[in-house]
């Protein structure tokens, strides 16, 4: 069975303090991994996808890069913006993701 | 519309009753997905639709779960005998091809509180 495993679980930054998510898995075959932003009320909304070990990618502030047992989210210089759950998920078959519980960041100005 | 719509946004409901949670897609996606998300969790699959069938439905919880899409668009997912264990935000999401999730988009979720 797919495990997704996020830490830590919430996170408090000063705005322009740079910090990084894990986000640890199991998966008999990677399909894909996906990073997505959650804010509250709101459905998850799609950020990155890493297919194989040492990709990377990148987008404004927010960096993802990919080993074979886990991922890291980068968040550089961050703004209050930044705030959100962020949840990393794994892809084993054609359909299906498995979610982790997420990281909830908080960017203080 | 221009994103994926459900209805209700909020549904209270008292334990032992019937629901009924329903998801537009984006016109013209043939995959749909429903999760629920437990406060504190992340999402978790539910079913997945490919057309109207449902292709896989391994993730309902009981057989109190049930969802159609019967002509490959709206889907309703209903549960019978509701329990305080069956709250939670239930998620649709479509895409325009099966397990496309980089293009796939979320509805903003039904919040069922069972009382």
């Known amino acids: 069975e797919d495990q997704v495993t996020q830490s830590p679980e919430a996170l408090r930054l000063q705005e322009g303090e740079s910090s990084s998510l894990n986000c640890s898995y199991t998966?008999?075959?990677?399909?894909?991994l996906f990073w997505y932003r959650q804010d509250p009320g709101k459905g998850p909304e799609f950020l990155f996808t890493?297919?194989?070990a040492g990709e990377e990618k990148e987008k404004e502030r927010l960096k993802a890069t990919l080993t074979k047992k886990e991922s890291f989210l980068h968040i550089t210089a961050p703004k209050p913006e930044d705030s959100a759950t962020y949840l990393c998920?794994?892809?084993?078959?054609?359909?299906?993701?498995?979610f982790g519980a997420g990281t909830t960041v908080t960017v203080r100005a | 519309g221009a994103g994926v719509s459900q209805t209700p946004s909020n549904k209270v409901t008292e334990k032992g009753k019937y629901v009924e949670l329903r998801c537009d897609p984006i016109?013209?996606?043939?995959?749909l997905y429903w999760y629920r998300q437990s406060l504190g969790q992340g999402p978790e699959f539910l079913i997945y639709?490919?057309?109207?069938?449902?292709?896989?439905d391994s993730g309902l919880p009981n057989d109190r779960f049930f969802a159609v899409r019967p002509e490959g668009s709206v889907s309703t997912l209903k549960i019978q005998r509701t329990e305080r264990g069956d709250s939670a935000v239930y998620l649709c999401?479509?895409?325009?091809?099966?397990?496309?999730?980089?293009?796939?988009?979320f509805g903003q979720g039904t919040r069922l509180t069972v009382v």
């Open positions: 999401a479509s895409s325009l091809t099966k397990g496309a999730f980089a293009e796939a988009f």
């Open positions: 998966v008999s075959g990677l399909r894909g």
């Open positions: 890493l297919y194989s």
């Open positions: 998920a794994v892809r084993s078959n054609d359909y299906k993701l498995s």
């Open positions: 016109s013209g996606h043939t995959a």
């Open positions: 639709f490919q057309g109207t069938g449902a292709a896989d």
